[in-house]
Each structure stands twice: as C-alpha cells, then as structure tokens.
C-alpha cells in the first residue's frame, strides 16, 4: 500500500472523510512514520547489509543511525559467534555492540566487516511511497495511526479508550516494545562475539 493509500484507508476507519478533516495529511504522515518505526522498534523487521572498514589500532566504529541491531558478521579470516560467554573466550574474542556502536578488538590487520543489521526504515514523503516492510504488515500499522490520532489534544479527536484499544492491536501485531533497560540486559546475556582465524 502507498501513503496515499494508508492514508485513505485511515479516513474511512477514522470516519474522517469530509472537508475540513479532523487530521490533516501532514499528521497522518507523521502517525504512519511513527508506526513504520515501532514496528521496526518491536519487531526487527527490516534486514539490511553494511560494511565496516576494520582498522588496526581501532577499537570502537560507528555504525547508522538507523541500525537497530547487529544480527549478522563476516570477514574473510573470522566466524560469528553469537551468545557465548565472553569470559570462557580466549584472547581472540572480539566484539559487541550498543546502540550505535561496535566495539571489536585491534584487527592484525586492515580488512572489511560484513554486518547484517536490522535497522529502522525510510521516512514516508510522497503519495506512491510505500512501507518498506512486508506489505502483509503494512494495513496493521493504522493501528497505531489510529493510537495517535485519537491522543491528539483536540475535543473533537481526545478519546484515550480508544486509543488504548488500538494501541493493544498493534502491540499483538508486532509485539511489546522493549524498554532500554531490557535492552541492555539482553546485550549482557547475549554479547555478539566474533572470533579470529575461524573455528
């Protein structure tokens, strides 16, 4: 579906089809942003790859502002290794990551990380935009542009009973959201861990 179309189908479940129209297109873009990123947020729905240039000497790289995660990784002399304790690792163990960031240990030398990320999805601007996720997803996302039209402090729009209704159909959808506590608690119990010269 495009932005057009969301947009279109949120009038006609919102009951917002005449002129002047409770929520302008620019507030229904917005919510449908919004949405995208939630469910990327909750669900790691987009896979992506990326490179990073490894450099002797250097320990800690940025990655995107859009990377959510580091799911993936691959060089020509190291293997991926996920959820192992990294205090029964030797010296070669070598990194993970926070949000943002990827700390690794000194390379011997200069060579190309492969990462597989999820990571949160282009904005919506114009009308034949679509989602980037699945388009099986893409009519449950007006879940939450209806949770956010309905928070919207108007008389006419307020109904937080609604709102909280359609809240809880998009989190059934893609899930809870994840606080930043949780978070970091799952990095501790699942450090991303890559190891040189393979097994």
């Not at 679509?130 to 009519?139: K, S």
Request: proline fraction near 5%; hydrophobic fraction near 40%.
């Amino acid at each position: 579906m495009t932005l057009a179309e969301l947009r279109a189908a949120f009038r006609s479940r919102a009951d917002d089809t005449l002129e002047p129209f409770l929520w302008p297109d620019s507030e229904i873009a917005l919510y449908l942003n919004e949405a995208q990123k939630e469910a990327c947020e909750r669900a790691h729905l987009i896979e992506a790859e990326t490179t990073v240039a490894l450099v002797p000497g250097t320990e800690r790289y940025t990655l995107g502002k859009d990377v959510l995660a580091v799911l993936y990784a691959r060089t020509p002399s190291r293997v991926l290794a996920r959820g192992e304790d990294r205090h029964q690792l030797g010296k070669d163990e070598f990194a993970e990551t926070q949000r943002g960031t990827l700390w690794v240990k000194s390379p011997p030398e200069a060579e190309t990380l492969t990462l597989t990320v999820s990571r949160l999805p282009a904005a919506l601007v114009a009308d034949a935009d679509t989602p980037e996720i699945h388009q099986r997803y893409h009519y449950r996302l007006l879940d939450w542009v209806m949770r956010c039209a309905y928070l919207k402090q108007d008389t006419e729009t307020f109904d937080a009973k609604t709102a909280s209704f359609h809240e809880s159909l998009f989190e059934l959808s893609f899930g809870k959201r994840p606080d930043a506590n949780v978070q970091r608690k799952q990095r501790e119990v699942r450090p991303f861990v890559v190891r040189y010269g393979g097994d």
